[in-house]
């Protein structure tokens, strides 16, 4: 070895993954701190919200329609249910809900995808022949039909919407699949006899991580906006449990009346979708190696 | 045909002067040096040739001649004056125009530089239009006289092909073309004969040099193989870390070296090990027939025979089916007939027959060590798990292992966190070959593993792989299309040619005359560091072909 191999070794400090992400986290836009500051107050007001909200999900008071005061902070709804305590409870539904969705997509798109890239051949056609044909359908109509034959069970409504959405995973994961699964540290996994599942996971996957992960911030953004919009149309969540979509459909004729609170909700939503494509952006720039010229 | 020798040509007036030259990269959140106060003059005709190893600096130094700096990286301190005009005050948009028209650029890769949806005469022509120099007419009729005297076949019609559809010389002599067409003063040629097969590199580097000297252009030839700048360039430059080691004029700078660095570069090309006859063979390799999609023939009726503890090298141009011998060894391709057997038992053909203990005598080292190396793992990850999955090595004893094979290539144990990123390429191959011998193996293939790295790197490399072969009784079958290279390690050669063998033997046999006649062409197109060589074999060549005409 030649002596400035050695001089390299000593100048540079050991990296561990954990400095790596201090490194990157110090360095982050401001949009990006705003991002992960609010999407951390969401998910704890979600995990806390029987702690945190003033009354019971489903307490319901004299007074429908309630304008804003010290009791009710923001007022009531049409049954009389505090409208804060409905956003707090909300929140948990609402994100849990499309967190599990996109969980599950994700597991069977991203499964699927590379298992497609990996062998090619049948395999590949047949997967990729049936996710076209899912994706012919328009998916808000598809889901509104599925949802109508199955019913609208909380389980029903997560398993329609991560089929949907595992669509669109499934092809970004099988494109971004084919250029790793053709790389010799690949073939060399192959040379040493390794099986799929590990080929898959410790060769392939990683490799893949950083548009995964990106995209999963913005499927989960679409998933929520789905999740809204169907409880906006009636077939989504169903009363009484709290949730953003169904909570501006019932309080939607305040707005005639020039009062903001079923704004709250549709805030809560927008703001919640801003602050996560805030994060990926920042995720993708810095993993892409994009550079902004200096 | 006129040919006068490099040495001897008439030098014009001063055409480029950079002064105590800066220039930094920006990387690993912070800037670098990498060029640190070089000075360089080029008189008109004059060719200078720029030679270091990676990272010495030498491309970023060529595209500064022309006032540019890459992205990432800025010109930081020193002065560029091209012509008496000084590049660097001068508005961007008056560099650009300069650029194309009195400065052309011949880039490494060909490929990767022409457009692949535009036919080869547009794409020639587009800046002599573009900096309305001539008609489109009269541009076309000047570019076919170009590809004429760059040697092309099918000067009329060849510029209306697209790129994918000529070989990878006839491109490289296209894009030569394509620099030549506004006549600048001077061009920039970095490392123009790197990718191509040796064969080929010679028809180009002719090309290049008599067009260069019928123009009278000055040029800055960027390359990191000595024997082709001692063709080419006036006058050498050792680079260093960004700093000019040495400089002379060619004869000089051949004939005695001043500096200690300039002599280990001139002293790599001198390695040679003796042969050694085997006593038995390890690998048998029966009339093997191959081919993709069943279509095509790739090989063609092999028959190799690889002696246990020794080298073969397998030598040949690209698309001599060397790689896809490789690949119907390992059991990536099954073979259409033949049969292989290693130590005295017959292969499974395709890989999933074979059983682990199989697979673990036989491994692979790839020409990309960025490629052959899993970008998400450690060095410590890359090497022990050949140790946990053939051997079931785990723990304190898979521990002392990875430290005995970092030592073994001769690397420190501080590495073993390290992703491949933060390594050099050199260091990467060596733990491509850590992880080849953690699993023990009776055989590995070498697909031209040193062909991707510098000179020096490769002499190590090179000694690294001998050492171990006398260690352990390890055998080679070590692919390239360097004769370098296969002086340097082989004990039998095998040459191929369009995916059959021409001629197989010992080392000495086949390198001393007389040869095959595609031995003989292969042979004779290894550069040598006479700067006369190019001259002469040229003049050889045209005296056969005389006489053959005759």
Redesign the interface.
């Known amino acids: 070895?030649?002596s400035?191999?050695?001089v390299?070794?000593v100048s540079?400090q050991?990296?561990?993954r954990a400095s790596r992400v201090k490194?990157a986290l110090k360095?982050a836009p401001f949009s990006a701190w705003f991002g992960i500051v609010v999407i951390l107050g969401y998910v704890f007001v979600a995990l806390l919200a029987p702690w945190i909200a003033p009354y019971g999900e489903t307490q319901v008071f004299t007074e429908a329609f309630a304008p804003w005061s010290q009791q009710f902070i923001v007022g009531t709804d049409q049954l009389g249910r505090d409208v804060l305590t409905r956003l707090i409870y909300g929140a948990r539904n609402t994100i849990g809900i499309a967190f599990a969705t996109t969980l599950l997509s994700f597991a069977v798109g991203v499964t699927l995808g590379l298992l497609a890239a990996m062998y090619r051949g049948w395999l590949d056609q047949i997967l990729s022949r049936v996710v076209d044909v899912l994706m012919s359908i328009p998916s808000l109509i598809f889901a509104l039909m599925l949802l109508s034959i199955f019913g609208s069970s909380v389980t029903s409504l997560i398993l329609i919407i991560a089929l949907l959405d595992s669509t669109r995973v499934f092809r970004l994961a099988r494109a971004v699949g084919l250029n790793v699964a053709v790389?010799?540290?690949v073939?060399?996994a192959?040379?040493?006899?390794?099986g799929p599942r590990w080929i898959l996971t410790?060769?392939i996957l990683?490799?893949v991580l950083p548009p995964l992960i990106a995209e999963f911030g913005l499927r989960f953004c679409f998933v929520f906006l789905t999740i809204a919009a169907l409880s906006f149309l009636g077939v989504g969540i169903q009363p009484p449990t709290a949730d953003w979509g169904s909570m501006v459909r019932e309080n939607a004729t305040l707005i005639t009346y020039g009062d903001i609170t079923p704004l709250l909700p549709a805030g809560a939503i927008a703001l919640l979708t801003v602050s996560v494509n805030f994060v990926v952006d920042w995720f993708l720039h810095a993993t892409s190696g994009l550079?902004d010229?200096? | 045909m006129k040919s006068k020798n490099s040495g001897q040509r008439e030098k014009g007036t001063k055409l480029l002067s950079i002064r105590d030259l800066y220039v930094e990269g920006f990387s690993d959140e912070r800037w670098h040096p990498i060029v640190r106060g070089v000075d360089l003059s080029l008189k008109r005709g004059e060719v200078l040739g720029l030679i270091g190893e990676s990272g010495a600096g030498k491309s970023t130094i060529g595209l500064a001649a022309m006032g540019y700096a890459k992205p990432g990286c800025r010109i930081t301190q020193g002065s560029i004056l091209f012509d008496g005009i000084d590049l660097l005050a001068m508005a961007e948009t008056a560099r650009r125009r300069l650029r194309g028209s009195r400065i052309a650029y011949v880039a490494q890769s060909a490929a990767a530089s022409f457009n692949p949806a535009h036919r080869l005469l547009d794409q020639t022509v587009e800046t002599v239009v573009a900096h309305g120099i001539a008609s489109r007419e009269a541009a076309n009729r000047d570019a076919i006289k170009l590809y004429r005297r760059l040697h092309l076949p099918d000067p009329d019609t060849i510029g209306f092909r697209y790129p994918h559809q000529v070989s990878g010389g006839q491109l490289q002599r296209a894009m030569t073309a394509m620099a030549m067409a506004c006549r600048p003063d001077l061009i920039v040629f970095d490392e123009p004969t790197t990718a191509l097969d040796v064969t080929t590199q010679v028809e180009v580097l002719a090309s290049i040099r008599k067009i260069v000297e019928e123009f009278n252009t000055a040029a800055i030839y960027v390359t990191h193989d000595l024997a082709v700048v001692a063709q080419m360039a006036d006058r050498i430059m050792v680079l260093r870390h960004g700093r000019t080691v040495e400089e002379a004029e060619t004869r000089q700078m051949l004939a005695a070296p001043a500096e200690d660095y300039t002599r280990t570069l001139w002293a790599v090309r001198k390695l040679a090990k003796p042969e050694v006859p085997a006593a038995d063979h390890l690998l048998t390799i029966d009339n093997i027939t191959a081919a993709y999609a069943g279509k095509v023939k790739v090989l063609q009726d092999v028959s190799i025979k690889v002696p246990r503890g020794r080298t073969v090298a397998v030598v040949g141009e690209s698309g001599s089916g060397k790689s896809t011998l490789a690949r119907v060894i390992t059991g990536l391709l099954s073979p259409v007939s033949g049969s292989i057997s290693f130590a005295g038992h017959r292969l499974p053909r395709t890989l999933k027959e074979r059983p682990k203990d199989i697979l673990r005598r036989i491994q692979m080292i790839y020409q990309m060590p960025d490629n052959a190396l899993n970008p998400r793992q450690t060095v410590e990850e890359v090497i022990s798990r050949p140790l946990e999955f053939y051997l079931g090595l785990k723990g304190a004893a898979c521990d002392r292992r990875v430290g005995e094979l970092m030592h073994m290539i001769e690397m420190d144990e501080s590495f073993l966190d390290r992703l491949p990123g933060e390594l050099s390429g050199g260091q990467k191959q060596r733990i491509c070959i850590a992880r080849a011998l953690a699993a023990n193996p009776e055989l590995i293939i070498c697909d031209e593993v040193t062909s991707a790295l510098d000179q020096i790197v490769q002499e190590e490399i090179l000694k690294l792989l001998m050492r171990l072969q006398q260690e352990f009784g390890v055998s080679y079958i070590f692919i390239t299309h360097d004769i370098a290279t296969v002086r340097a390690i082989a004990d039998e050669i095998v040459v191929m040619h369009q995916g059959k063998v021409v001629e197989q033997g010992l080392k000495t046999e086949i390198l001393t005359p007389p040869h095959a006649p595609y031995t003989e062409l292969l042979l004779s197109s290894v550069p040598e560091m006479d700067p006369d060589w190019l001259t002469k074999l040229l003049e050889t060549r045209e005296r056969k072909r005389v006489g053959a005409a005759n």
């Open positions: 070895m030649t400035t191999e050695h390299v070794a540079r050991r990296r561990t490194t360095k790389m010799e540290y073939e060399a192959q040379l040493r006899g390794e410790k060769e990683p490799n550079r010229e200096k």
